[in-house]
């Protein structure tokens, strides 16, 4: 059986699969479409991050695809109904990345609520601010409002917990009767309620037409003034002009965003010189050490499949 790899994966999955299958392994196929499109005709199995369209044109051009693997959760760039029609198993590596995008964030809120760590270049050059860095604040005793409480979301509110942070959750898919709220001790809200009281709003939900610019400017101005607001869920979630005009009024005290409606971002961003503002390209649930559990469930999963027949 066949395997195709069309993005980066950790070496050693690579390797354990290439024990009992024939492996292609291009991490810049992503990037050769027609390529791509030849390489799964000979496909059981395709494995892929973010970056690969697994659209009708691929589903179509591998007749003979099992399974689609791909290394991280977000399933947006993957047609997951027509893999359902066609009996083809998405394996998303469900909870392998988590705490790499817990710590993330919770790094985030730390950096932005003190608010001393971007005059590095001001201090190599002499100069002395210690007065203006003097007014940063302790994220004890605050609140995480999380929007989306499954397996990241979880994995926040404890690593928050842990710094004496009170978190209240949103999730539309939980009751307010569920366990979870009393198992993890995070308190349920609606949307507006926790916008209303949060000093830090992470958003841990998927792109769809009911999430897409749910951050829109209104939703912006309901948080409370000097929150900050982190996103590595998907882009298309926070409407960027409308983030940017928050950030230089003053409303909002910083943000982290690690992904965006287009990718990479455009030249010419609204996003660009706003001040309080983190930006990073899409790697909140990449370290080393998460790269290999999201490679390595991944490369099981998909081995279990096609040894299944």
Known sequence: MHIVISEFMDTGAVDLLRRDFRVRYEPDLVDRRADLLK???QADALIVRNRTRVDADVLAAGAALKAVGRLGVGLDNIDVRACEQRGIHVLPATGANARAVAEYVVTSVLVLIRGVYHNSGQVAQGAWPRTAMSNGHEVHGRTLGIVGFGGIGRMTARLAQGLDMRVVAHDPMLGDGDPIWRETGVAPADLAGLLAQADAVTLHIPLTDGTRNLFDAK???AMKDGAVLV???????VDEAALAQALREGKLGGAAMDVFGEEPLPGGSPLAGAPNLILTPHVAGLSVEANTRVSDMVAQRVAHV???G
């Open 39 to 41: 390489a799964v005709a």
């Open 219 to 221: 939703r912006i101005a």
């Open 231 to 237: 996103n590595t869920a998907r882009g298309g979630i």
């Open 306 to 308: 096609l040894k299944q």
